[in-house]
């Protein structure tokens, strides 16, 4: 069996499968056009948004039929689009009374004489409904005993009506998984397909899964696939499945949004854009009460007409896990993407302006132009900052062993706290800086020192009050100090894991020995406890160099890890449970040699000096955001690492954002700041260095 899963980049068929009627052909962009992101069919609930995709879909009337289903209940609905083929809308009614809206735009679109379909026995649409509509229409109701056999009869009803004869393709969804369904029937119609549901509960053989059998059965089907993972549809029906087609797959994802995307980038579509619906419920809904569904049902002609497969997004911007409501697999596909139109269904109630900005940002956004000013001046060797959200910055100073306060730039005199039995050899001394997740509440603050006796790298946990902060103990001591390679970056976790980066302390042969301490990254509890899927105690990952800057992604759970190589091949890494980066037998790409975990990122035979890391999380990073910010020593600039939507594959060659011309020398540290940019500190010395406030000022976009 093939797994088919969403590709990284669209990859479309040339035409699409053979079928008995053809889909009228779509406006495509002239060549080098970006094509348009915007609203359709606007409204606040699934009746609305379907009188108003088919007032769209048929500005001239003349459907050859209309589908009209439930809009409170989608067991009946599911396969509706399959029904509508294309050449009719897809209407919502009541069970015992239908909408004015609706009478009126059926008036408007469908002859009279001509069939509405119903969908759904007596009890989903009330005779007085089809009574209702005789006067003026043919009605058909399409309908089973259950969800299994009225999805089987408008199969039927589609293999006789438009093949005149059983489809040589079948789409398989689960009858109580709502959202593999909806997202399916589009492209089940552009695939000239037919869409059949199961029950996933009752196993291949139980109740009505067995008409589905042996409808499938009827002929020697070229092909099936299977909408969702094992979940949806259990893999006890592989095999019966596979027995009646000569190719037989899965479009499937990690979830609905990941399955939508494997169903948009299948090759039933030569798209020329993509339909953007809401398909979450409402916070208080369940995927068993919500009316979510009927968006992706009512927009589906107008995605099987214009060949532009349906994308599932949340009506929160603010879920998370997500780019403003964007799920990242479908991100993945609207990535760069700006040749493809995004037609976004329903009004900002449903599906939210910040949503709709963040599809034209991933689609088509440009770099950003920077603001970079001096916010603070008059530090020695700043290592770290941490933006306290309210006008205060903490950093750390290296050589004094300084945590130093400023308060709207202005930088206090006396220090916060200053580190006791400070080794501050060379590279070692008072480094990486991060507040607790409770910070606000709890004051608590993580730092690494090199301190005496050990010398030894230790990460201390500090309790803030006021302008002071006192000793709250040693969380972990986590290998040698030493006047080279101590790294030591800090960072914590949604899970609220601390990750602490160190150096192999001029012990390359440690690096890859799990039982030492330095050339690692070591990840704990907030209490400095080993954490599950460690390679040993706390070491998370081995064979690091001198890993400055660690970050996790601001939407999925990648983290990302910048280190200077030798005299070549700095690299940003891919953190993994257990990985193995290769130091000191390995630096830079090997395909993988002995083992090890190849950079997602190399310098090559020239090194910048990489440093410190930070995602560009805002949207004012526009068509930078998601991507990494680094810092550099040796090359005095300020680079950016374009990334996919997951954070975890680089998506082109490193940008510059600022070089050695402005002026500021050696940059050390990357932080993010409140207001959606990011602190840099340089690194020159003698009381010279400052905190440099770089702001992302984002590209003039005309409204859609």
Request: hydrophobic residues 45%; charged residues 20%; contains cysteine.
């Amino acid at each position: 069996m093939t797994l088919l899963s969403p590709a990284t980049a669209f990859a479309a068929a040339t035409a699409l499968l053979a079928a008995a009627w053809v889909l009228p052909a779509a406006a495509q962009p002239a060549p080098g056009d970006p094509a348009p992101t915007g609203r359709v069919a606007s409204g606040d609930t699934p009746s609305e948004v379907a009188v108003a995709a088919s007032a769209e879909d048929f500005p001239d009337g003349g459907a050859q039929w209309a589908v009209l289903a439930r809009d409170d209940e989608f067991a009946d609905a599911l396969t509706g689009a399959g029904v509508a083929a294309g050449r009719g809308p897809v209407l919502f009614t009541r069970s015992t009374a239908l909408p004015a809206a609706t009478r009126t735009e059926l008036e408007r679109v469908l002859p009279q004489g001509r069939t509405v379909y119903l969908m759904g026995g007596e009890v989903a649409i009330a005779p007085e409904v089809a009574e209702a509509l005789g006067d003026r229409w043919t009605v058909r109701r399409v309908s089973g005993a259950n969800r299994i056999l009225t999805a089987l009869a408008a199969a039927r009803l589609v293999d006789d009506r438009d093949r005149g004869g059983a489809a040589a393709e079948v789409w398989v969804a689960a009858g109580f998984r709502w959202p593999d369904a909806v997202t399916g029937g589009a492209a089940a119609v552009a695939a000239g397909a037919a869409l059949v549901l199961v029950d996933s509960a009752a196993g291949p053989a139980g109740g009505s899964n067995a008409d589905v059998i042996a409808y499938l059965a009827e002929r020697d089907r070229d092909r099936i696939r299977v909408l969702g993972g094992a979940v949806a549809v259990p893999p006890s029906f592989d095999t019966p499945l596979a027995q009646r087609a000569g190719d037989y797959g899965r479009l499937a994802g990690s979830d609905r949004a990941g399955t939508a995307a494997a169903v948009a980038g299948s090759d039933a579509w030569t798209p020329t854009g993509y339909t953007i619906v809401l398909g979450y419920p409402a916070s208080g809904e369940t995927d068993d009460t919500t009316t979510a569904w009927g968006y992706a049902l009512a927009a589906s002609t107008r995605a099987a007409t214009l060949r532009r497969p349906i994308l599932l997004v949340h009506g929160d911007d603010r879920a998370a896990g997500t780019w403003d409501g964007v799920d990242v697999p479908t991100a993945m596909l609207l990535d760069d993407a700006c040749e493809l139109a995004a037609d976004v269904v329903g009004s900002p109630g449903v599906v939210t302006d910040a949503t709709l900005a963040e599809v034209e940002r991933l689609r088509c956004a440009g770099a950003p132009a920077l603001d970079v000013g001096v916010h603070a001046s008059g530090l020695d060797l700043p290592w770290a900052v941490a933006d306290l959200g309210d006008g205060r910055l903490l950093v750390t100073e290296r050589d004094t062993g300084d945590l130093r306060l400023i308060v709207d730039g202005a930088l206090r005199f006396a220090p916060v706290w200053t580190a006791p039995d400070l080794y501050a050899e060379g590279e070692a001394g008072l480094m990486g800086l991060v507040p607790a997740p409770d910070f606000a509440t709890s004051g608590t603050l993580f730092v690494c020192a090199s301190q005496q006796p050990g010398p030894r790298i230790r990460v201390l946990r500090l309790r803030m009050a006021g302008e002071t902060a006192s000793d709250g103990g040693v969380v972990a001591d986590v290998g040698r100090a030493h006047s080279n390679h101590d790294g030591c970056a800090l960072a914590v976790t949604r899970e609220d894991h601390l990750l602490v980066t160190v150096g192999d302390a001029g012990m390359g042969e440690s690096a890859r020995d799990p039982a030492a301490g330095n050339g690692k990254v070591h990840r704990m509890t907030l209490g400095g406890e080993p954490v599950d899927g460690n390679v040993a105690g706390t070491v998370w990952t081995v064979g690091h160099r001198n890993p400055q800057g660690i970050d996790e992604h601001p939407v999925t759970s990648v983290v990302l890890a910048a280190e200077h190589g030798p005299d070549n091949n700095d690299e940003v890494n891919r953190l993994v449970d257990g990985g193995d980066y290769g130091w000191p037998d390995v630096s830079g790409p090997s395909g993988g040699a002995g083992g090890t975990v190849d950079p997602i990122w190399a310098s090559g035979p020239a090194t910048i000096a990489t440093s410190g890391v930070a995602f560009a999380a805002e949207p004012q990073w526009s068509g930078l955001r998601g991507a990494l910010v680094i810092a550099t020593l040796k090359d005095q600039s300020l680079r950016a690492l374009p990334l996919t939507p997951d954070g975890a594959t680089a998506a082109g060659p490193m940008e510059t954002l600022f070089d050695a011309e402005l002026g500021h020398g050696r940059l050390r540290g990357v932080t993010p700041a409140a207001d959606g940019g990011v602190w840099v500190t340089t690194s020159n010395g003698s009381g010279e260095d400052r905190i440099l406030r770089v702001r992302p000022v984002p590209p003039t976009v005309p409204a859609p």
